[in-house]
Every structure is written in C-alpha cells, then in structure tokens.
C-alpha cells in the first residue's frame, strides 16, 4: 500500500505504507489548467476516489504468500478453487486471507456520495479527492505464550474516508493539495490483554518498557505514589516504568500494633516487598519496543543477593530493624544503528535492595516508614563516528592510441585500465 506525501520537495510523491506506523502528510499534485475537457476526461487517477479502494486487496498476514496459496485455471468454470483445474500461471488466495477496503466519500460540503460515483458539474469547477484517511484494524501480539489461537500482526479491517474538493475553473496555481492519513487501530479478543509495542524496533522514550513473567510478557510497573502501601501491589495502584525517563516512587508503610514479635515486623516486610515487587517479579526485559516472546531479544535482569526475611524487632526500640524498603533499578541502554535514525536498545538491568537499619516509630503505637523505588537511565552508547563510503572504483578501457600523438605507438602501449 501506498499513498502520496511530501518526502523532499512539496511534491506528491509515493510513500509506502509502515506496519503498526501511523502516518499523515500534505503534498501538491501537479493539474493541468482546469478545464471541462480535462476534468471529466482527463482527470489523473489519483484525482478520482475510486483509485483509493477499488481494483485491490491488502493481505492480512504475510504468511499468506507461503500457507494458502493454491493455483486455478483462469478457463475453469468451477465456483470452488478446490475443485478447479491447476494452472501454474493463475494464483489465487483464500478470500478471508484478503482483506477489502471499505469506503465512504464525502462531497465538498461534507454529503455523502453514494456509491462513491462521481457525477461531475463543471458549474463551480471540477471535483477532485482533497483527503483520503485510513483506518487500519489490526491484532497486534497480544499473546506471548506459544499457543495463541491467532497469528500475531493479523488485519482484520480497512476503512477508508474519501474527501472530495472543487478545484475553482479560475485556479491558475497548476496544482491541487492532497492529504493522506493512515491511522492503526489495534484490537484483542476480550480474553487477551493488549500489549502495545513501545518500539519498531528500537524503545521511544516515555513508552513503557516491557518486561517478560515466565510464558508471557507485559509492561514493568512500580508503585503509584501513596500515603499508605496497602494494596500497592494491585495492577489499578501501579503505574509503567517509561522508557527514558528517571523516575522515583513511594509510599507509607503503617503499623498500628506494637512491634515487639517477629511476626509483625515479617508481616511488615512482606507488605513492603509488596509495594516494591508487584504481584510476581520479571525474569528480562526486552532489547527492544517491539521484540517478541519467540525471539532471543530479552535481557536478563540482574538482582543483588539479598535476604529479605531477616526483619526483627529492634532491642532498644519499638521498632524493626533489617527491613528491605528500598529498591533501585537501573537501566543501561545504547543507540544502535544508524546516525541519522538511532534505535534505543536496552543491554542491561539491575535492581538492587536497600536495608533499613531501623524503623523508628512517631508514637508507641502508630509506626511509619518510607517505602522508595527509583528508575535511573544510563547511556552507554559508544561514541558517533561518521563514515563516509569511499568513491567506487571506476575501470575505463581506453584505446592503444587514446594520447597520440602525445605518446608515440612505437612503445608498444597497450591499452589501460584506469
């Protein structure tokens, strides 16, 4: 799929579509001075809304060009491909492995067109396509565990809506904008939870990264920022570490029982591992914004030795001593690629533990501790260097007497090659 844009002058010029890539821009279509002759004959393609969505169909899945495809002969009067005769040089596809564009033509005051004929009436001027936006409804991966019932990167749907514009007969300017808009609008069966991608492929900054929990993959989260950390590890409480951005969270950790058992400062811990960890820790993260399950583009993350079930009672003070409250994670990403277009890859993760020695209590009985997570970023992409290709060698058979009569033939020169 194509549509015209504006890539290095203001002239229309073909753009290819991009996967999951939305995608807007103006662009002038070079006319001919506009007349009734030109407009109801000789009106370019382009210019009429049929061009847009009939004599076409989009593929729903790559996969289709390898697993449907089977061959009939153009001569068969067979209504079922199955049952045809086979031709090598007719192929034909499973119609739901082709997807229809369906679309809705607007006139120039915003009516609906039926049909999306186009009646002409050089009265005004000439009706002309001025903005065709798109609608792509895809299933993105939404699934990370290897028996997902659908294939990842399915379209399931095509809209398209057709503006028309009335290029004036007295417009002398030889030229007639067009603007194309391709939006994506991404969906899941109600049993799946969408994970959109934060990335193609490399991670933009402030999407969440996503990180892998044993057969399935989501995005990471931290605490939201709280006066109380009670349900903290809930998904509603939590909020997605982003990508590029240092952050830091906490919450307060409360006690109203006096802490002189094991047992209520274990309790304690538990809740503010709670509040640091989630419900379940990852085991990687992915490289990239838009890696997948199946491939081997996760990151392990590194976590410090630590014992967390060490929390006590103090023996000086009504409080507990050896609490985990803290934890930071650190993040090390590169640039990879190209100069002009970087692409952000994560190459390592750590998150380390922090003890608290003691847990002071305001009173005898109503304790409150901090509970911190911090997010840091660090950039360990290796320094730009600029290359420039080197000229390509070019070989010139020149002729024996290319420099007579500068070079005399009696040398016996033969020809060269420069």
Aim: hydrophobic content about 35%; overall charge negative; proline content about 7%.
């Amino acid at each position: 799929m194509i549509s015209s844009a504006s890539l290095f002058t203001d002239q229309c010029m073909d753009q290819p579509w991009s996967y999951l890539n939305d995608f807007k821009s103006s662009c002038d279509f070079p006319i001919e001075a506009m007349t009734e002759a030109y407009c109801t004959t000789k009106l370019p393609e382009k210019l009429k809304p049929e061009y847009y969505y009939k004599g076409f169909r989009v593929v729903a899945h790559p996969s289709t060009f390898t697993s449907s495809v089977f061959v009939v002969s153009p001569k068969t009067t067979e209504t079922d491909p199955a049952e045809a005769t086979p031709d090598p040089e007719v192929v034909w596809y499973k119609s739901n492995d082709l997807i229809d564009i369906t679309a809705t033509c607007n006139d120039a005051i915003g009516e609906v067109i039926t049909d999306c004929t186009i009646t002409q009436d050089f009265t005004k001027g000439c009706l002309a396509v001025s903005e065709i936006s798109y609608t792509v409804s895809s299933i993105p991966p939404t699934k990370a565990s290897s028996n997902s019932n659908y294939n990842p990167g399915d379209i399931t749907e095509i809209t398209a809506i057709i503006k028309m514009a009335i290029i004036a007969k007295t417009d002398i300017s030889h030229t007639h904008k067009i603007t194309s808009e391709v939006k994506y609008q991404l969906s899941a069966p109600s049993t799946e939870t969408l994970i959109p991608r934060s990335g193609n492929p490399g991670y933009l900054r402030r999407l969440p990264i996503i990180a892998r929990f044993e057969d399935n993959y989501k995005q990471w989260t931290i605490m939201k920022p709280t006066d109380d950390c009670k349900s903290s590890d809930q998904s509603a409480n939590r909020i997605p570490i982003l990508f590029g951005v240092n952050m830091r969270s906490g919450c307060m950790l409360k006690s109203t029982e006096r802490l002189n058992q094991g047992s209520a400062c274990k309790l304690l811990q538990d809740q503010a591992l709670k509040a640091l960890n989630g419900v379940d820790l990852p085991s990687h993260i992915a490289a990239y914004g838009n890696t997948l399950l199946s491939t081997g583009d996760w990151v392990p993350i590194l976590s410090d030795a630590i014992q967390t079930n060490n929390a006590q009672p103090s023996t000086i003070f009504n409080a507990c001593e050896n609490m985990v409250l803290s934890k930071t994670i650190t993040v090390l990403y590169a640039k990879m690629g190209s100069q002009s277009n970087p692409q952000n890859k994560v190459v390592g993760v750590r998150q380390t533990y922090s003890l608290a020695q003691q847990m002071f209590p305001l009173s005898s009985n109503n304790l409150r501790a901090q509970v911190s997570i911090i997010v840091e970023y660090i950039d360990v992409s290796k320094d730009v260097i600029g290359q420039i290709k080197e000229p390509p060698t070019v070989y010139t058979a020149l002729p024996y007497d290319f420099f007579y009569p500068f070079v005399s033939t009696a040398f016996n020169i033969k020809p060269q090659l420069f």
